[in-house]
């Protein structure tokens, strides 16, 4: 069964600084996503990760993929107030179908 | 295109009551699929489909049917509903989930919350 856990679960940051939320899953798989949500809002698709070794970059945010290691990072670089959300990932879970298994999500707050 | 819409966007039901949640998406996504969010869970799949007429469980599909007559509906339907089913409700397509298609990404829906008493 694929678990996948985020983690912090939680992350109050100062505007400024550097900072990375990890995702590790249990099983092989080779597709990661990241999703950021606002507060009563939908589910944004932020990166789409589909080999090992995937980085992608957009403004303050860079995401990397480690299938060796089951791991894939989001940093966050001189965080900015407009970053405040709740950020999640989420694997494939093999098969044809691809369906995707997310984790429990980082609640992130950037304070000035 | 108006992409992924809900319908309705909040909803209270009573414990037994039925119920149905629309989903419509017009970018002839192949890929849709109901999820339910709740505080501190994550996301968790509900049903979904790869076409018409194909229909498929997910993690939690008990107390939920799902039908896919056409691409472009894919409705929810709560049976009996119970207090455990107070959730929002989110639903995702996409064009295919077929590995390296360059067209896996999937596109939610505003959501749908549930309150059941």
């Known amino acids: 069964e694929l678990k996948v856990e985020q983690n912090p679960l939680f992350l109050s940051m100062q505007e400024g600084k550097n900072y990375t939320i990890y995702c590790n899953y249990s099983t092989t798989s080779d597709r990661l996503y990241w999703y950021r949500q606002d507060p009563g809002k939908s589910l944004e698709s932020l990166f789409v990760?589909?080999?090992?070794?995937a980085v992608k970059q957009e403004g303050r945010l860079m995401a990397s993929l480690d299938t060796k290691a089951r791991l894939s990072t989001l940093h966050i670089t001189a965080a900015v107030h407009d970053l405040s959300a709740t950020y999640f990932c989420a694997v494939d879970h093999g098969g044809s179908q691809g369906n995707l298994i997310f984790g429990k999500g980082t609640k992130l707050s950037v304070k000035p | 295109n108006a992409g992924v819409t809900q319908t309705p966007k909040f909803q209270v039901l009573k414990t037994g009551q039925s119920m149905t949640l629309q989903c419509a998406q017009d970018m002839n996504h192949e890929y849709m699929s109901w999820y339910r969010q709740d505080p501190g869970m994550g996301l968790r799949l509900i049903h979904y489909s790869v076409g018409a007429g194909i229909t498929d469980q997910g993690e939690v599909p008990n107390g939920y049917n799902v039908s896919r007559s056409t691409t472009e509906d894919f409705p929810l339907r709560l049976l009996s509903a119970a207090p455990s089913q107070t959730s929002v409700y989110f639903c995702?397509?996409?064009?295919?989930?077929?590995?390296?298609?360059?067209?896996?990404?999937?596109?939610f829906g505003s959501g749908t919350q549930l309150s059941v008493l």
């Open positions: 995702a397509s996409s064009y295919s989930r077929a590995r390296y298609s360059g067209y896996e990404k999937l596109f």
């Open positions: 990760l589909l080999s090992n070794g």
